[in-house]
Nanobody, 124 residues
Framework: QVHLVESGGGLVQPGGSLELSCAAS????????MAWYRQAPGKQRELVAG???????NYAEPVKGRFTISRDNAKNTVYLQMDSLKPEDTAVYYC??????????????????WGQGTQVTVSS
């Protein structure tokens, strides 16, 4: 089992900043991808940003240039620095980890784990 613990959510004014953190623990040898998703009321969960263990990143178009994802692989922790926040960024943010489970050589299947979610509210 892998456990993800998130922190850093809260209330912030438009134009402000927050940094989210997510620490993974449990049965982990490596984590291929760590990512942040968000879900606003009445909306489907959507990918915000993801990062591989090698440092490759991808971002959803609405957050490009404003959000930055980073990882500390030694600590199995992922961060999301959110700057220039907008009201439309308001959502519950979830951490996700893709953990490989090897069964033969380099062959593996992926297991996904989710954090409990942390509320981010952007309002004046």
């Amino acid at each position: 089992q892998v456990h993800l613990v998130e922190s850093g959510g809260g209330l912030v004014q438009p134009g402000g900043s927050l940094e989210l953190s997510c620490a993974a623990s449990g049965s982990i040898v490596s984590i291929n991808v760590m990512a942040w998703y968000r879900q606003a009321p009445g909306k489907q969960r959507e990918l915000v940003a993801g990062m591989t263990s090698g440092g490759s990143t991808n971002y959803a178009e609405p957050v490009k240039g404003r959000f930055t994802i980073s990882r500390d692989n030694a600590k199995n922790t992922v961060y999301l620095q959110m700057d220039s926040l907008k009201p439309e960024d308001t959502a519950v943010y979830y951490c996700n980890a893709e953990v490989p489970r090897y069964f033969s050589g380099s062959n593996f299947y992926a297991e996904h784990y989710w954090g409990q979610g942390t509320q981010v509210t952007v309002s004046s």
